[in-house]
T-cell receptor, first 113, second 115 residues
Framework: AQTVTQSQPEMSVQEAETVTLSCTYD???????LFWYKQPPSRQMILVIR??????QNATENRFSVNFQKAAKSFSLKISDSQLGDAAMYFC??????????FGTGTRLKVLA | GAGVSQSPSNKVTEKGKDVELRCDPI?????LYWYRQSLGQGLEFLIY????????KSGLPSDRFSAERTGGSVSTLTIQRTQQEDSAVYLC?????????????FGSGTQLSVL
C-alpha cells in the first residue's frame, strides 16, 4: 500500500528566508508521481510542484523546488525568499498515475513579518 | 464554469438531520472525486466517479454516506442522520489526464458543522 508521511505539523519562517518541508513516502510502484499542494485559508488546494519518479532532475517552479531522493523515498519542498502569501497548509501527495491519490497529513507554514 | 464549484460553502446542521453537498466540476472532466478533511488530518478519499458510475466507493465511511452524479456533471454527496464526527471540510475535485497522470482541480470545499 502507498503511504505518505509528513512529520512536521507546523513550521515557521521569517519573511525572505528559506524553509524546507519534509515528506517521506512508500510505494511498490515503479512509476509514480509526487506532488506538493498548498491550501490557503480559502480552502482551495493549489498544485505547487510536481515530480515524476523517473526523472532524476529535481523539479523547480520559481521560488519552489524539491529535493527528490528516490532511494530514501524522500521528497522535500524548499521555499526560497518566503513571502507572507506563502502562509498555508502544505500537503505532500503521491499517485501511480491512476485516480488514486494518497495525501499526507499536512504541514502548517507560518510566515513571520 | 472556469473552476470546480461547491455549495454551500458552509453548512451548520443539527445531529440527526440529513445534508446534501453539491459539486459542479470543470466542464468536460469525466472524473470526479470527493474527499473529507477532518481537523488535523490529511485528505481522506471517499468516492471516485468516472462519468456517472462510481467504480470506487471504498472510502465512504458508513451507509449513511452516499453520492450520485447525473449527466456526467454535477455530483451530490448526501449524509443521512448526521453525527458530530461527520464535522469536516468536504472537498470535491475533478481531473484531466495530463502527461501520464490525472491532474486534480479542487473546489473550495464545504465546511460541515454538526451540532
Amino acid at each position: 500500500a502507498q503511504t505518505v508521511t509528513q512529520s512536521q505539523p507546523e513550521m515557521s519562517v521569517q519573511e525572505a528566508e528559506t524553509v524546507t518541508l519534509s515528506c517521506t513516502y512508500d510505494t511498490s510502484e515503479s512509476d509514480y508521481y509526487l506532488f506538493w499542494y498548498k491550501q490557503p485559508p480559502s480552502r482551495q488546494m493549489i498544485l505547487v510542484i510536481r515530480q515524476e519518479a523517473y526523472k532524476q532532475q529535481n523539479a523547480t517552479e520559481n521560488r519552489f523546488s524539491v529535493n527528490f531522493q528516490k532511494a530514501a523515498k524522500s521528497f522535500s519542498l524548499k521555499i526560497s525568499d518566503s513571502q507572507l502569501g506563502d502562509a498555508a497548509m502544505y500537503f505532500c501527495a503521491s499517485t501511480s498515475g491512476t485516480y488514486k491519490y494518497i495525501f499526507g497529513t499536512g504541514t502548517r507554514l507560518k510566515v513571520l513579518a | 464554469g472556469a473552476g470546480v464549484s461547491q455549495s454551500p460553502s458552509n453548512k451548520v446542521t443539527e445531529k440527526g438531520k440529513d445534508v446534501e453537498l453539491r459539486c459542479d466540476p470543470i466542464s468536460g472532466h469525466t472524473a470526479l472525486y470527493w474527499y473529507r478533511q477532518s481537523l488535523g488530518q490529511g485528505l481522506e478519499f471517499l468516492i471516485y466517479f468516472q462519468g456517472n458510475s462510481a467504480p470506487d466507493k471504498s472510502g465512504l465511511p458508513s451507509d449513511r454516506f452516499s453520492a450520485e452524479r447525473t449527466g456526467g456533471s454535477v455530483s451530490t454527496l448526501t449524509i443521512q442522520r448526521t453525527q458530530q464526527e461527520d464535522s469536516a471540510v468536504y472537498l470535491c475535485a475533478s481531473s484531466a489526464r495530463i502527461r501520464g497522470y490525472e491532474k486534480l482541480f479542487f473546489g473550495s470545499g464545504t465546511q460541515l458543522s454538526v451540532l
